[in-house]
């Protein structure tokens, strides 16, 4: 018995690193699987058939899998999910947002073309991929459904060289908080994860700074630390947890703050600050915020005993 039998899901980008592990494991507890993947660079150009391995790899070893290499980038590859899950499982459950793609350019070398290809892969593609979903959720009665959104702690905290990605990655945290909020009625949880793992996308980034990525680091560091959370995430005992952020990397499971007024002053009568007033209480509302970040950090922190 697995943790999600009867279970339909559809994970984008599962050609290889994140998804790929993610695709394993959900087949693993009993969830049939669309294993989506255009197959392309990590720039986005070109594409292949990855998604048809995995899904054969699945298969192998007694699994249920279906392959659709669509772009999640289009409004027809997002409804094309959809329908596979229904030709070949005859419903869906799960949708796991995470294909992705990296034009990364400080902000005086980046054109519109990395500018627009990165948006429309992530901050686009949860809104193709979703939609359909959702419209299917409210339409069919479908419940204990599931969305799992990629963002990252380059959209989330800033990262040097990543404009596109961070904005598109911050926008996913937005679009996630409003389906969140949006599907609540209908049973659907909508959580986003904040991944770290060694993939194609990241190991470039490594070897760039003269480190080495071997074996131990893999197993350390591997996309398979994320996939066991998202499964968590999909399963019946995470039914009340929704608009969350998860952190996960390398043996860590972490939630994030989210946007929230810490401290606040007002004015009498609505009154208009002056500048000078300003003054005064800008100040203590960015040391409000620092020991708020010190007390944060600080607290954060604690290590698993089993
Ligand atoms: N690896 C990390 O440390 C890290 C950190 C933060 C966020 N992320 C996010 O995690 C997700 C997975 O990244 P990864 O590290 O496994 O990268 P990866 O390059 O190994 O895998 C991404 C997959 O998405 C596929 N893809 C790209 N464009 C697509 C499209 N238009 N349609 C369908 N598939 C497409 C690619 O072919 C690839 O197989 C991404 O959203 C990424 O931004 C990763």
């Known amino acids: 018995m697995g943790r999600l039998d009867d279970k339909t899901a559809v994970v984008t980008g599962a050609g290889r690193g994140i998804g790929r592990e993610i695709a394993l494991t959900l087949a693993a507890e009993g969830a049939s699987v669309v294993v989506n993947d255009l197959g392309g660079a990590t720039d986005g150009t070109g594409g ?3 998604a048809e ?3 054969q790899e699945i298969r192998a070893v007694g ?11 289009t409004v027809e590859g997002g409804a094309s999910l959809l329908q596979t899950a229904i030709d070949n499982f005859g ?16 902000i005086f070398n980046m054109e519109e073309s990395d500018w627009d290809a990165v948006i429309a892969v992530h901050l ?18 479908r419940r204990g459904t599931r969305i799992i959104n990629f963002s990252s702690v380059s959209g989330l905290f800033g990262n040097f060289g ?16 409003v389906l969140a909020i949006e599907l609540a009625k209908y049973g659907c949880t909508v959580n986003v994860i904040s991944p770290g793992a060694l993939t194609r996308m990241t190991i470039p980034l490594r070897e760039a700074r003269g480190e080495d990525t071997s074996d131990a680091d893999m197993a350390s560091g591997g996309p398979q630390h994320i996939a066991p959370v998202v499964a968590w995430l ?4 995470a039914a009340g947890i929704s608009s969350q952020i998860i952190h996960c990397a390398s043996g860590l499971v972490g939630i994030m ?3 929230a007024i810490i401290k606040s002053f007002e004015k009498p009568d609505n009154g208009v600050w002056t500048l000078d007033e300003l003054d005064s209480y800008m100040p203590q509302l960015i040391e409000t915020k620092q020991a708020n970040d010190a007390a944060a950090k600080a607290g954060g922190a604690a290590v698993a005993t089993g």
């Open 124 to 141: 686009k593609g949860h809104y193709c991929c979703s939609r359909p979903f959702a419209k299917y959720i409210r339409e069919s009665g």
């Open 257 to 259: 703050q989210q946007p």
């Open 234 to 237: 999909c399963t019946e005992e």
């Open 48 to 50: 292949g058939t990855i």
């Open 63 to 73: 699994g249920k899998a279906a392959a659709n290499t669509e772009s999640v980038a």
């Open 91 to 106: 419903g869906m459950d799960i949708l796991v947002n995470n294909a992705g793609i990296l034009r990364d350019k400080s």
């Open 162 to 177: 990543q404009a596109n990605y961070g904005a598109a990655k911050a926008g996913i945290a937005g679009f996630s908080r």
């Open 53 to 55: 391995e995995v899904a």
